[in-house]
Antibody
């Protein structure tokens, strides 16, 4: 059974760096055709894709946020870490991590974490 | 960047109605189109991938059609648990997996 869970601060000050961790079980990020991604959702607004990292350490970033994002993986600990620099109140959102499979469903996010709400405020 | 545009943004319907939500991409994405359902306070759930393939466990009243730039999600007979927000997402461009802006399906 695949599960994912996000963790990190609930409140961050403007200009600070946000670090979120996704801890997962039920799969390995060393298995081919697997990736873990981050998607966020500001309160009352739509989903926004941020980034994902593949089993082979290949990474993809949203073009609009690329300069502020970094994603890394720790295969031995079953974790993926998202770093976002220079946060702004507009970054206030629920941040989801999700399992992406390439072969089974053509790059779909088939398992999601519950999400974690991050508020950016001074 | 591929843009995804859903219509309508919101929709009111009754139990038993047949409803269709559309999604248009700004360029050809073949059948690399995914549909998700999201209920308030919950994570999205995968409904359909490859434009028309039903994810396991998803009721058969859900169906997806389309290819190229125009896609549709149809619910053949609305059930109470179907009232939610629906999002499309393109998985064609490996540079950016953009979502549509969502369609809020409400009870009439």
């Amino acid at each position: 059974q695949i599960t994912l869970k996000e963790s990190g601060p609930t409140l961050v000050k403007p200009t600070q760096t946000l670090t979120l961790t996704c801890t997962f079980s039920g799969f390995s990020l060393s298995t081919s055709e697997v990736a873990v991604g981050w998607i966020r959702q500001p309160p009352g607004k739509a989903l926004e894709w941020l980034t994902h990292i593949y089993w082979n350490d290949d990474k993809r970033y949203s073009p609009s946020l690329k300069s502020r994002l970094a994603i890394t993986k720790d295969t031995s600990r079953n974790q993926v870490v998202l770093t976002m620099t220079n946060v702004d109140p507009a970054d206030t959102a629920t941040y989801f991590c999700a399992h992406l499979t390439t072969a089974a469903c053509q790059f779909c996010y088939d398992f999601w974490g519950q999400g974690t709400l991050v508020t950016v405020s001074s | 960047d591929i843009q995804m545009t859903q219509s309508p943004s919101s929709l009111s319907a009754s139990i038993g109605d047949r409803v269709t939500i559309t999604c248009r991409s700004s360029q050809n994405i073949n059948t690399n189109l995914i549909w998700y359902q999201q209920k308030p306070g919950e994570a999205p759930k995968l409904l359909i991938y490859g434009a028309s393939s039903l994810h396991r466990g998803v009721p058969s009243r859900f169906s997806g059609t389309g290819s190229g730039t125009d896609f549709a999600l149809t619910i053949s007979s609305l059930q109470p648990e179907d009232f939610a927000t629906y999002y499309c997402q393109q998985s064609y461009s490996s540079l950016s997996y953009t979502f549509g802006q969502g369609t809020n399906l409400e009870i009439k």
